[in-house]
């Protein structure tokens, strides 16, 4: 198997397109790579030279429970005669979708693709692998490419963490007019990533300066610095969480009411990292964002948002911390509203409707129409009414647990920020 998969390695190139169909190199390929490529219809073919292996699989991100377009897969590639292995889809839905190859069973990133961080579920669930990635544009809508309006920074900020005693790295966007206007200040949108994923991903997947340019170019949203940081906080070597993980596991149902698969050491961990990442938020990244940057300090101008884990992130932080946040966006955290309970969830706090909505400007709650969290946002909505909690409800139509739902959510969610 390792012979094999080296010699994939080495063997594996670009196969160039012969002929005159209507396809076209997908959006997302490395430069000068013909493959994948996107047909009109939006068919994907793919293409892979392996002439040493005996299979070739396509296998989509089966992270999060959900198809990402692509189908649950692994789906076979056929072998030509010149050991070029080919595969061509049935339609698949717009937006970026993540895969990579198996090669006789190992993973392998196609070689036309960019990579991409994210998770892939299964026995991989939390780590953040390196993928390839297909974008088939969806046709008519440009809300979320490049055009030709200002452009707003991406910077790379390192800081240093009491919290992780460690090194960290945020991305840090400030609109196109940051450095020429020197003594305006400004508010904040703190916006976390996926599971698997890491803070690159609101920039390379997320399309997350493109979709803020083209907002600010149009007189959509108000300008504003988005930090992006790394979701996961172990704590430093040698060290313990307070009170041990039982207390960790306690904290977290209290909070988010979900104590499924607790007894696994992955659990346990990733329980650990969520508190301790609520505490760097608080005492290291806030504090070092206002500090580099010429921001508007208070909790009336500071959001806190995130997609997935990040969602559920979003929502423990923020209602934990309303004297932080004034507004919180959950874009398909799944465990924020599958597991419910306005008796229990986040300490109780939705029983205080007064200080809920005296609090908070804005509480955003929103899913893929066809994801599995999308029923459990739609009896969390209609329980948040009843209640008296004031919030904006977004369902993206068509789309799954997938990056087309977020940039749609990100598009929704800002133009009502800081009004």
């Known amino acids: 198997m390792k012979r094999s998969l ?6 594996c190139s670009l196969t160039w397109a012969q002929g005159g169909d209507d396809s076209r190199p997908a959006p997302t390929n490395v430069r000068g790579a013909d493959y994948p490529r996107v047909h009109s219809d939006s068919r994907v073919t793919f293409r892979l ?3 040493e292996a005996r299979r070739v699989q396509l296998q989509p991100n089966s992270a999060a429970e959900a198809e990402n377009g692509l189908g649950k897969g692994p789906s076979d590639l ?14 698949v839905v717009p937006g970026l979708h993540i895969y990579h190859f198996l090669v006789d069973g190992m993973p392998a990133i196609d ?19 390196a993928n390839s990635g297909v974008e088939v544009p969806e046709k008519g809508v440009d809300f979320y490419l490049l055009k030709d309006v200002p452009h707003g920074v991406v910077q790379e900020l390192w800081y240093y963490s009491k919290v992780t005693a460690e090194w960290r790295r945020a991305f840090v966007y400030t609109p ?36 803020m340019d083209n907002l600010l170019a149009a007189k959509k949203a108000v300008s504003m610095l988005v930090v992006m940081e790394r979701g ?6 040698g060290t313990q969480p307070p009170g041990g993980a039982a207390s960790a596991l306690t904290a ?16 346990v961990q990733d329980l650990v990292s969520r508190l301790r990442f609520e505490d760097l938020v608080i005492r290291d990244l806030i504090p070092t964002i206002d500090a580099r940057y010429r921001t508007i300090a208070d909790r009336e101008h500071r959001a806190i948002a995130g ?47 007064d200080v809920l909505n005296s609090k908070l400007k804005l509480l955003w709650v929103g899913s893929g129409e066809a994801e599995e969290p999308a029923y459990h946002y739609r009896r969390f909505h209609e329980t948040l009414d009843k209640l008296g909690i004031r919030h904006v409800f977004y369902e993206s139509p068509g789309t799954s647990h997938e990056w087309l739902t977020w940039w749609r959510h990100l598009n929704q969610f800002v133009p009502h920020l800081f009004r």
């Open 6 to 11: 080296l010699l994939c390695m080495l063997a």
């Open 49 to 51: 030279e392996a002439p």
């Open 78 to 91: 056929v072998r030509g005669k010149d050991g070029v292995w080919t595969l061509t889809t049935p339609p």
């Open 111 to 129: 070689p036309g693709s960019e990579t991409f961080m994210a998770g892939r579920g299964g026995a991989h669930y939390g780590e953040s692998l």
């Open 176 to 211: 196109p007019e940051y450095d020429r206007n020197s003594r305006a200040r400004y508010p904040v949108l703190y916006l976390q990533h996926g599971g698997g994923d890491n803070e690159s991903g609101w920039v390379r997947q997320g399309r997350m300066s493109f979709i």
């Open 232 to 237: 996961y906080a172990n704590p430093p070597a």
């Open 252 to 267: 977290w149902t209290a909070i988010a009411g979900d104590s499924a698969g607790a007894s696994s050491a992955f659990r």
């Open 307 to 353: 997609l997935s884990r990040g969602g559920e992130q979003a929502m423990q932080i923020g209602l934990a911390h309303l004297d932080t946040f004034a507004s919180i966006g959950d874009f398909s955290g799944g465990s924020s509203a599958r597991a419910f309970n306005p008796e229990t969830s986040n300490n109780g706090i939705f029983k205080k409707v």
